[in-house]
């Protein structure tokens, strides 16, 4: 395991106030996600065979749904469910919390303890899940609506899909609007998701308790939340754009790193 007080600038700022019925918040230095990085691949070497299935699966399920899409011929709908997914990836990676969280504390993860992990304060986890869900069908509601009002309510067939949204000038304005719709709603998530999962994880409390948390860590550190969001951006996207092979790597590393991020910054107490 990394030492996470071992590097460079770790630590920890002086705390900040928040109020009584919330966890001490630790505030952080920009360089801070380098480090939940460096642990995470330690945690994939440590359980790999865990990491990666996580990652085939996320591969061979995004393979489905492409696949899925074009016999429906609904490809049009690929750019929103692929932003979609990083939505509702906090819930998917609980697994992968998890294992960074049996490594923690000397177990040797196995895919029946992960497996587990969904039934631990399952009923808080699964309102965190209903949460992500609204948001992401909020935004494919916006994506329909944008499609209808772009492109007249007939969205380019695949072999055009990525020249008329990427390479046309006439769909400038849809690519500004969707950023900005998109940029907004992406941003609430994650300021509700950033650590609220990993907590009810980890944690015997409730979903209000851990997105306020969550809200109340992002305000603390902004600097180092929008170096963390533009990461799993980065990396996410980056696997995607490999055919979803990259997938493979990006979600184990990103579900490690959030679980390091959480115990990072989410002091005990309370």
């Not at 504390?105 to 209903?130: D, H, M, S, W």
Request: proline residues 6%; charged residues 10%.
């Amino acid at each position: 395991m990394v030492d996470m007080t071992s590097f460079r600038g770790s630590v920890h700022k002086p705390q900040a106030p928040t109020p009584g019925w919330l966890p001490p918040i630790q505030a952080v230095g920009t360089e801070r996600p380098w480090v939940w990085l460096a642990a995470a691949w330690q945690d994939m070497m440590a359980a790999p065979a865990i990491s990666f299935a996580y990652g085939a699966l996320a591969v061979i399920s995004s393979v489905v749904l492409v696949v899925g899409l074009a016999m429906l011929d609904m490809e049009y709908l690929l750019l929103p469910l692929g932003a979609g997914f990083m939505l509702l990836g906090p819930l998917f990676a609980v697994g992968l919390y998890e294992t960074s969280r049996l490594l923690e504390l000397g177990e040797q993860p196995t895919f029946g303890k992960v497996a587990a992990a969904y039934r631990r304060n399952g009923v808080q986890i699964a309102g965190i899940g209903l949460v992500l869900m609204l948001a992401m069908l909020a935004w494919i509601r916006v994506a329909f609506l944008l499609f209808a009002l772009f492109f007249s309510g007939e969205p380019p067939a695949l072999d055009q899909l990525v020249d008329r949204i990427f390479f046309s000038a006439e769909t400038i304005p849809f690519l500004l609007t969707g950023t900005v719709f998109g940029g907004i709603i992406a941003s609430a998530v994650f300021s509700i998701a950033v650590v609220s999962v990993p907590m009810l994880l980890d944690r015997d409390t409730d979903v209000f308790t851990a997105m306020a948390t969550s809200i109340a860590v992002v305000r603390r550190n902004i600097r180092p939340m929008i170096g963390w969001g533009f990461l799993i951006a980065l990396f996410m996207s980056a696997g995607m754009v490999t055919a979803f092979l990259g997938l493979a790597l990006a979600l184990p590393v990103i579900g490690h790193a959030s679980w390091h991020c959480y115990r990072d910054l989410v002091g005990r107490g309370r």
